[in-house]
Nanobody, 124 residues
């Protein structure tokens, strides 16, 4: 089992920045690809970003490419999502997720492990 806990969400004005953190415990964190998803009210959950086991590869949704940066520190069992130039349409609950196979994050959208989510609200 892998337990994931997100933090760093909050209220920010449009154009501002936030950094989300996802701390993992349980099985060896460095064996898992980690991703971020989000779900806005009334909308389906969508993929945002993912990072490979080594941290050498990242994937982003087109809507956040160039604004969000995903990174990881395996020594701290932590993955980060740096969100810049935030827009009101980025408002959502952001979830951290992990799976041994990055395709489960980027293609299938069905990773094995999920966090509880953290709310991000971007005001105009």
């Amino acid at each position: 089992q892998v337990q994931l806990v997100e933090s760093g969400g909050g209220l920010v004005q449009a154009g501002g920045s936030l950094r989300l953190s996802c701390v993992a415990s349980g099985r060896t964190f460095s064996r898992y690809a980690v991703g971020w998803f989000r779900q806005a009210p009334g909308k389906e959950r969508e993929f945002v970003a993912a990072i490979s086991v080594s941290g050498g590869g990242t994937r982003y949704a087109d809507s956040v490419k160039g604004r969000f940066i995903c990174s990881r520190d395996n020594a701290k069992s932590t993955v980060y999502l740096q969100m810049n130039t935030l827009k009101p349409e980025d408002t959502a609950v952001y979830y951290c997720a992990a799976d041994e196979f990055i395709a489960q994050l980027t293609i299938a959208g069905k990773p094995r492990y999920w966090g509880q989510g953290t709310q991000v609200t971007v005001s105009t």
